[in-house]
């Protein structure tokens, strides 16, 4: 089985041009998570994703970030006309069908995003 | 302000020692506490999960504890080797949907 799989693992774009990050959860998992890393800072959520919904977005910039989460097919957050700002580590978990709470989430490798 | 506090923000250890890092939180409604381990350049990994019932845990030789009333959590590493260099990271989860805070973490470093 197996875990969560993100591509690309490192992405650099210029300064205006999109970028467009993947996640494919663990089999058998409905629900996606998005978090960013900031250099020396702890993750900080993004939004919450169920197939085809968009559950909790409230730590997602209102700009040029959007997520989702098909019904076929890999998550993807989109940031449009990147700036310098939003070089850091975008890192997806899934998990099983609803827990409430209790919902362990496992987390894959990241993409480090770098924007010159 | 961050609702989740880790300290010391960095420490190293001799390979064989125990330590223990801390964690206080102001999250609410809480729900459960979590202790993941991140290696350098990965996604984190999960050490254990607790309640608010449960005030000890155990994962090899990893053992949290939570005391909900002073909303304070430690995670102990016992006979420290060099594959646990690494940042520890205290993560709260709300009640409702589970959303998650996170601690900005220990990083762990485990001398020879």
């Known amino acids: 089985n197996a875990g969560v799989m993100q591509n690309p693992r490192h992405l650099v774009r210029r300064r205006g041009q999109e970028a467009r990050l993947r996640c494919s959860p663990m089999?058998?998992?409905?629900?996606v998570y998005w978090y960013r890393q900031l250099p020396e800072e702890g993750l900080k959520f993004m939004v919450y994703?169920?197939?085809?919904?968009?559950?909790?977005e409230s730590g997602m910039p209102k700009e040029r970030f959007s997520a989702e989460f098909p019904k076929e097919g890999p998550s993807i957050l989109r940031i449009q006309q990147v700036v310098r700002g939003d070089s850091a580590a975008y890192f997806c978990?899934?998990?099983?069908?609803?827990?409430?709470?209790?919902?362990?989430?496992?987390f894959g490798p990241g993409t480090r995003l770098t924007v010159l | 302000k961050n609702q989740v506090e880790q300290s010391p923000q960095s420490l190293i250890i001799l390979e064989g020692k125990n330590c223990t890092l801390q964690?206080?939180?102001?999250?609410?409604?809480?729900?459960?506490l979590r202790w993941y381990k991140q290696d350098t350049g990965r996604g984190p990994v999960s050490l254990t999960i607790m309640t608010f019932s449960e005030n000890t845990k155990s994962n090899g030789r990893y053992t949290a504890t939570l005391d909900a009333d002073t909303k304070q959590s430690s995670l102990h590493i016992t006979a420290s080797q060099l594959s646990d260099s690494a940042s520890y990271i205290c993560v709260v989860s709300a009640r409702s949907w589970g959303k998650l805070q996170f601690g900005a973490g220990t990083q762990v470093v485990v001398t020879p």
């Open positions: 964690c206080n939180y102001t999250v609410s409604p809480f729900s459960n």
């Open positions: 978990a899934s998990s099983p069908p609803d827990r409430g709470s209790y919902n362990e989430q496992f």
């Open positions: 089999k058998g998992h409905s629900h």
């Open positions: 994703l169920q197939k085809e919904n968009i559950i909790d």
